[in-house]
Each structure stands twice: as structure tokens, then as C-alpha cells.
Nanobody
Framework: QVHLVESGGGLVQVGGSLRLSCAAS????????MGWFRQAPGKEREFVAA????????YYAATTEGRFTISRDNAKNTVYLQMHSLKPEDTAVYYC???????????????????WGQGTQVTVAS
């Protein structure tokens, strides 16, 4: 069993920055990848970014690449999402997720992931 806890969300002005953290606990933690997804009211959950745990390869959605950076600290079992140049359309609940074993869907697909955090709200005010 893996337990994920996100933190760092909040209210920020347009153009501002936030850093989200996701701490993992539970069983020996060695996933294939960690991902960030978000869900805005009335919309489906969408991929934001992912990182492979051992190699550190990163993947981004087109809407976030260049503004968001995903990173991880293996020693702390923590993954981060640094967000810059925030826009009102970035407003959503942000979830981190753990992908224990690579499956066919790939790290951009929500169904690939095995464990999810409870989410943290990010609100970008215009």
C-alpha cells in the first residue's frame, strides 16, 4: 500500500508561481514513475507532467511545458511540481499519482497509475 500526500496548493495571482509537493509513504517505494494530473470543475482529469523514478525522464502536457517543471527527491520519496507563469486556466485540483509498473497506457494516461493522493487546490486569480 502506498500513501500519497500533496501539499503546496493555494491562491496565486496571474503570472505567479507555486510549488507543489507530493510525499509518498508506505511500502518500499520504488515506482516506475510519478505523475501530476489536474481536474477543473466540470472537466475531466488531465495529465500535467510525469517523471520516471530511476532515470528521471520527464514528460509534459503541451499546455504546461515550458512553465511547469517536475522533479523528484528519491531519498525523501517526494515529487515536486514547480509552476511558473500561472494562468487562470491552470485553476484546478492537482493530484499526484504513483505508477508502480509500466503498462501499455504510458505515463500520460491516468489509468496507468495505481495510487492517487487526495489532491490540492490551485486557484489562479485574474
Amino acid at each position: 500500500q502506498v500513501h500519497l500526500v500533496e501539499s503546496g496548493g493555494g491562491l496565486v495571482q496571474v503570472g505567479g508561481s507555486l510549488r507543489l509537493s507530493c510525499a509518498a509513504s508506505g511500502r518500499t517505494f520504488n515506482p516506475y514513475a510519478m505523475g501530476w494530473f489536474r481536474q477543473a470543475p466540470g472537466k475531466e482529469r488531465e495529465f500535467v507532467a510525469a517523471i520516471t523514478w530511476r532515470g528521471g525522464s520527464t514528460y509534459y502536457a503541451a499546455t504546461t511545458e515550458g512553465r511547469f517543471t517536475i522533479s523528484r527527491d528519491n531519498a525523501k520519496n517526494t515529487v515536486y511540481l514547480q509552476m511558473h507563469s500561472l494562468k487562470p486556466e491552470d485553476t484546478a485540483v492537482y493530484y499526484c499519482a504513483a505508477d508502480l509498473y509500466l503498462q501499455a497506457m504510458g505515463v500520460t494516461a491516468s489509468h496507468e497509475y495505481d495510487y492517487w493522493g487526495q489532491g490540492t487546490q490551485v486557484t489562479v486569480a485574474s
